[in-house]
């Protein structure tokens, strides 16, 4: 679920809607996170429809560290990638604003974190050399963007939450751990889908 103070808005032909925020969303603030009206898919399921569905699929879905395809409901599917991510994901199924982000401003993901199956080139953007996002990403960055986490993550408390209720049991024992003592017990890294074929099927860079 998308923080509730965003909405949908277009932008051009080319990269078509995005989500924006119509609030002030402080740094340390969940921006999205994991709850049951997502859809939770079998990899195999993209096998079981026809080719149009599973085009969408594909577009708009994630995959977690299953290699489960991961299809959220809301806007959450329309967050745009960017190396300059204002939102970073987490090991514990959401994401959060690793800078302010003002009313306005697009709220944007690396999808880098995403286990993308396939390599993509990118819109340039100043200040990196980065061009395209790779589907071993989680392995090449996970300590910059855990970093940036945990960076944020220390105004947890200090910020309005109301995607809160969503982070899981299991995960709140980790997530107050890292609000107060700045220590993140699992990196985003674990996150990563493991493919055992992955190195044949990668470009040579």
Same mark, same amino acid.
């Given at each position: 679920m998308?923080?509730?103070h ?5 932008i ?11 609030k002030?969303?402080p740094?340390?603030?969940?921006t999205?996170?994991m709850?049951d009206l %997502?859809?939770?898919?079998d990899a195999d399921?993209?096998?079981?429809i026809?080719?149009?569905r ?6 708009y879905?994630? @995959?977690?560290q ?6 959220c409901? %809301?806007?959450?599917r329309?967050? +745009?990638?960017?190396?300059?991510? +204002?939102?970073m ?5 959401f994401e959060?604003?690793i ?11 690396d999808y880098?974190?995403? +286990?993308?199956?396939e ?10 050399? @980065?061009?395209r996002?790779?589907? %071993? %990403? ?5 300590e910059?963007w855990?970093?940036?986490v945990i ?8 910020v309005?939450?109301?995607?809160y209720p969503l982070?899981?049991?299991?995960f709140l024992k980790?997530? +107050? ?8 017990m ?8 493991? @493919? ?8 040579r860079r």
């Open positions: 998308m923080h509730p965003t909405e949908l808005r277009y051009n032909d080319q990269i078509g809607f995005g989500v924006f925020a119509t002030f969303i740094k340390g603030t969940i999205w996170a709850d %997502d859809h939770i898919l399921y993209l096998h079981k026809d080719e149009y599973g085009e969408i699929l594909k577009k879905a994630y @995959r977690n299953e290699g489960k395809y991961i299809l409901w %809301d806007l959450g329309y967050v +745009n990638h960017s190396f300059h991510a +204002n939102c994901g987490t090991a514990y199924e959060v604003a800078r302010d982000i003002h009313p306005g401003e697009q709220l944007t993901d880098g974190t995403l +286990n993308i199956d390599p993509f080139d990118c819109f340039p953007e100043d200040g990196t050399d @980065r061009i996002v790779y589907p %071993d %990403d989680l392995l090449r960055f996970h910059e855990d970093a940036k960076d944020s993550l220390r105004y947890f408390y200090e309005e939450q109301p995607l982070i899981r049991p299991e980790k997530v +107050n751990i890292a609000a107060t003592k700045q220590v993140l699992d990196s985003i890294k674990s996150i990563f889908y493991d @493919r055992t074929d992955l190195k044949s099927r990668m470009p």
